[in-house]
């Protein structure tokens, strides 16, 4: 059983830096994709970054610039700097891993944590 532990939310003023972390255990094959995704109020969930394994990464368009996904492989852990953060980045964010295991495609959830932006 894999499980997700988000930590880092909380509020933040505009034009601020916010760092989530996200905790993975679990048997987790080293091919694994980890994500950042978001949801915010009214709105629906939307995927923010992913990092591969290998180092790959992509990002939502309007968030390019201003985030950076990163992760340890050595402790299953995936981050999510967020800087000159905006009222409209208010959301839930979650953790997702998904890897093959073998041919079947595994999806995982963290809890979520919660991101306010506002002054």
């Known amino acids: 059983q894999v499980q997700l532990v988000e930590s880092g939310g909380g509020l933040v003023q505009p034009g601020g830096s916010l760092r989530l972390s996200c905790a993975a255990s679990?048997?987790?094959?080293?091919?694994?994709?980890m994500n950042w995704y978001r949801q915010g109020p009214g709105k629906q969930r939307e995927l923010v970054a992913t990092?591969?394994?290998?180092?790959?990464?992509n990002y939502l368009d309007s968030v390019k610039g201003r985030f950076t996904i990163s992760r340890d492989n050595a402790k299953n852990t995936v981050y999510l700097q967020m800087n000159s953060v905006k009222p409209e980045d208010t959301a839930v964010y979650y953790c997702?891993?998904?890897?093959?295991?073998?041919?079947?495609?595994?999806?995982?959830w963290g809890q979520g944590t919660q991101v306010t932006v506002s002054s």
């Open positions: 997702n891993v998904k890897f093959f295991d073998p041919m079947r495609l595994q999806d995982y």
């Open positions: 679990g048997s987790i094959p080293r091919l694994n994709t």
């Open positions: 990092m591969a394994s290998g180092g790959s990464s």
